[in-house]
C-alpha cells in the first residue's frame, strides 16, 4: 500500500479478481463506452500478471507482488466503493489477458492516463475517443500496442505458488527446476559472458552448471558457493527478465517452446514412468527403517499401493493428505531420505554403502559416493564382461559414465551416464547378483 521502498506502507493480501475491480474502478469511469471500458481492463489484467509472472518484486527481495502507486504499478484503494458496470465486465474477463503473438508472458501493457500523463502504451481517455468512434475492445489494444497482439481467453486459475523451488539446488540435483535454471544462465550468458554456461538442458546438476552457478554469483557480488539458494535463484530470475525484456512494452519474449516442461509438475495415481519409479524407490527406502509406513511399488505404476505409500508420508509430515507427489511432498520427501541415509542406525552399517547416497553423480564429479559406486560396478563387471572395466579412483571419468551407460541399457534405463536412484539401484543389484 505505497511505494516499493516506504517503511510505513503495509502489505495486504486479496483475490486477483477483487484486486482488478478495485484498480478498474480507481483509474476508470464506469461512464465510459463499454468498449473503452474493456480494453481498459484487458490492459489492467496484463499488467499485474505480468507482474506476478515475472516475480517483478519478489526477485529483487520485496515480499509483495505489487504496490498501489501509480508511479510504478496501478491505483488501488482499500476499502473503496465498486462501480458495479465495471465488477460486471471483470467477473467476464479477469482471467484474459494480453500476449504478444508468439510469445506465452503476459504483454507488459503500459499504460497512462493520457492528460497529466503520457507514455509508449495505451492511453486511457484515448481509448474513450477510439471507442466512440467505433472501434472493438481488441481493436483499440491493437491501436495502442502493435497489430501482432492476442488475447488469451479463460487462463485456468490456480494458487499463486512463488517459482523458488523450496530447497536449495546445488551439484547432484535433478529435475526441472535444474533445467530451468540452465536455459535461464545460457540466455545470461549472452549478454554476460563471463558467465560461461554453455549447459546441455538435460535435468542434472553437474559440474558445468556449477561453474556456471559460481561464476555468475561472482558477478553479482553473491558468495560463490555454487549452490542456488532462495537469493541467488531470485538473481538469476531477475537478470534473465531484464536481458529479455520480459517486463517492458518491447520484449524479445518467451517461446512455448522456451518454457515446455520436460517433467510434470505433480505425479498423480494412474501415472506411469520413470518419475513414479523414482518416487517408489525413495518411498521404499523410507520404509524400511519405518515400520508405520506402507513398502510401496516398484513397479513404475502409481497404483494403489503406491498411493497409500503416499498418503502416509503426508501424514507423517503434516502435509496435505491427497495422495498427489506435488512440490511440498516432493521436497519433503527428499529431506526425509536425506535425514534417514545420514542417521542410519549402527546395526543398518554393513548395508549402508548399498543405498543411494541422495544426489546424482555425473562426468567430473568426485568423492566417496563415486569410488563406492566404481567398486559396485567392479564387482557387476566380475561376471558380466560386457560392463567395461574401470579403475576405482573415486573420479567420475569417461571410463565409468561408459560402463554406466551399458548397466543403464541392460536394465532398460535412460542411457545418460548419470548415476540416480534408480541406476545406483541397479549397479548395487547386479554387484549382488555376481556375488
Same mark, same amino acid.
Given at each position: 500500500m505505497g511505494d516499493p521502498n516506504d517503511p510505513s506502507a503495509r502489505n495486504i493480501r486479496v483475490p486477483f479478481i477483487d484486486y482488478i475491480k478495485n484498480v478498474a474502478s480507481s483509474e476508470i469511469y464506469?461512464? =465510459?463506452?463499454?468498449?473503452?471500458?474493456?480494453?481498459?481492463?484487458?490492459?489492467?489484467?496484463?499488467?499485474a500478471l505480468n507482474r506476478i509472472y515475472t516475480e517483478w518484486y519478489p526477485s529483487r527481495g520485496y515480499d509483495f507482488d505489487i504496490?498501489?502507486?501509480?508511479r510504478y504499478d496501478q491505483k488501488y484503494i482499500e476499502n473503496r466503493e465498486i462501480f458495479q458496470s465495471v465488477a460486471q465486465i471483470v467477473d467476464s474477463l479477469f482471467n484474459d489477458y494480453v500476449v504478444r503473438q508468439g510469445f506465452v508472458q503476459p504483454l507488459f501493457t503500459q499504460y497512462c492516463n493520457g492528460t497529466t500523463s503520457t507514455?509508449?502504451?495505451?492511453?486511457? =481517455?484515448?481509448?474513450?475517443d477510439l471507442a466512440r468512434d467505433g472501434l472493438t475492445p481488441y481493436e483499440i489494444l491493437q491501436y495502442y500496442y502493435g497489430d501482432d497482439i492476442n488475447l488469451v481467453f479463460n487462463a485456468p486459475i490456480k494458487e499463486k505458488i512463488p517459482s523458488y523451488p523450496g530447497i536449495p539446488l546445488r551439484l547432484g540435483s535433478a529435475g526441472e527446476d535444474v533445467r530451468i535454471l540452465k536455459r535461464q544462465l545460457n540466455r545470461i550468458g549472452q549478454n554476460y559472458p563471463g558467465v560461461e554456461p554453455f549447459l546441455n538442458l538435460t535435468p542434472f546438476y553437474d559440474i558445468n552448471m556449477e561453474r556456471a552457478v559460481q561464476n555468475f554469483q561472482r558477478i553479482f557480488n553473491l558468495t560463490p558457493d555454487g549452490i542456488v539458494g532462495k537469493a541467488t535463484w531470485y538473481k538469476i530470475k531477475s537478470i534473465f527478465n531484464g536481458v529479455k525484456g520480459l517486463s517492458e512494452l518491447q520484449t524479445e519474449g518467451l517461446t512455448e517452446s522456451e518454457v515446455a516442461r520436460a517433467y510434470a509438475k505433480a505425479l498423480v495415481p494412474g501415472d506411469v514412468g520413470e518419475q513414479v519409479k523414482l518416487i517408489q524407490y525413495y518411498l521404499s527406502v523410507l520404509a524400511f527403517f519405518d515400520e508405520n509406513l506402507p513398502m510401496p511399488s516398484g513397479n513404475g505404476v502409481f497404483d494403489e499401493k503406491t498411493e497409500q505409500a503416499v498418503r502416509e508420508f503426508q501424514a507423517q509430515q503434516g502435509l496435505n493428505i491427497d495422495g498427489i507427489v506435488g512440490r511440498q511432498t516432493w521436497n519433503a520427501l527428499l529431506t526425509a531420505y536425506d535425514r534417514t541415509i545420514s542417521s542410519i542406525p549402527p546395526q543398518y552399517m554393513v548395508s549402508t554403502d548399498e543405498i543411494y547416497p541422495g544426489k546424482f553423480l555425473a562426468l567430473g564429479q568426485s568423492g566417496r559416493e563415486v569410488k563406492i559406486l566404481q567398486e559396485f560396478l567392479v564387482q557387476a563387471a566380475q561376471n558380466m564382461p560386457e560392463i567395461p572395466t574401470v579403475e576405482v579412483t573415486g573420479n567420475y571419468d569417461a571410463q565409468t559414465e561408459a560402463a554406466i551407460r551399458v548397466v543403464q541399457a541392460m536394465e532398460d534405463l535412460p542411457q545418460n551416464g548419470v548415476t540416480g536412484p534408480l541406476t545406483w539401484n541397479a549397479v548395487v543389484s547386479l554387484a549382488k547378483r555376481s556375488e
Open positions: 464506469p461512464t =465510459w463506452p463499454e468498449s473503452a471500458l474493456r480494453a481498459n481492463i484487458y490492459a489492467q489484467v496484463s499488467f504496490t498501489s502507486s501509480t507514455c509508449d502504451g495505451l492511453s486511457q =481517455w484515448g481509448t474513450v
